[in-house]
């Protein structure tokens, strides 16, 4: 583990509002709103979402510290760079993280999509990748694409990306180790 993911993990400590998502899954439902990233109010919540994400082994170490590279363009004012965030009650839940393909006219790509674990299975993700999705076709976006990894661990992220009209367009066979290929994924909108 790096020690910048350390530092994560003692916001995690502090950051008692993510501590408090577990009763979610007791209550159902929830209407989590959408909003754009503030880094005042997300910052810290962000990278506990990516930690805990971390912990239940989805994402690497390796995966928190370029998404934290995503969360820092941003805070930089990189053009064409968009973080969306879903909270509830002040909380942030999830987040999508999307840009301009550089060089192209109307390629959009997906970077990143995290859920709080406790958190997921409330159509949360959905809800990001279509305020995503709107939100690229404003500004004349044709073409989004992710890549992911074909890991049994980011099988939820691929079945949310081939239930919202995704298809895979490449695949490279064991890019990553002997039981791992990388994907990618494209949807015309």
């Known amino acids: 583990m790096t020690s910048e993911s350390l530092a994560f993990e003692s916001e995690i400590i502090s950051l008692s509002p993510i501590n408090e998502l577990a009763p979610l899954k007791l ?6 709103s959408i909003s754009s990233f503030n880094e005042v109010q997300h910052l810290s919540q962000l990278k506990a979402i990516l930690e805990s994400v971390m912990l239940k082994k989805a994402f690497t170490s390796d995966d928190i510290l370029l998404a934290s ?3 820092k363009n941003k805070l930089e004012n990189k053009p064409g760079q968009d973080i969306k965030v879903a909270e509830f009650n002040g ?5 999508i993280c999307y840009s301009r393909v550089p060089a ?9 999509l995290a859920v ?8 949360i993700g959905s809800m990001l990748v279509s305020m995503a999705e709107k939100d ?5 976006g044709k073409i989004i694409i992710l890549e992911t990894t074909s890991k049994k661990e980011y099988s939820t992220a691929r079945h949310l990306y081939e239930k919202s009209g995704y298809k895979i367009v490449s695949r490279l066979y064991k890019l990553y180790s002997e039981k791992e290929d990388h994907l990618t994924y494209r949807k015309d909108i």
């Open 91 to 95: 909380i942030a839940l999830g987040f």
């Open 69 to 71: 590279e995503a969360i």
């Open 116 to 123: 709080h674990p406790y958190a997921q299975g409330n159509g």
């Open 27 to 32: 209550i159902g439902p929830i209407q989590p």
């Open 136 to 140: 690229i076709r404003g500004k004349s």
């Open 104 to 112: 192209s006219e109307s390629s959009y790509e997906i970077e990143w």
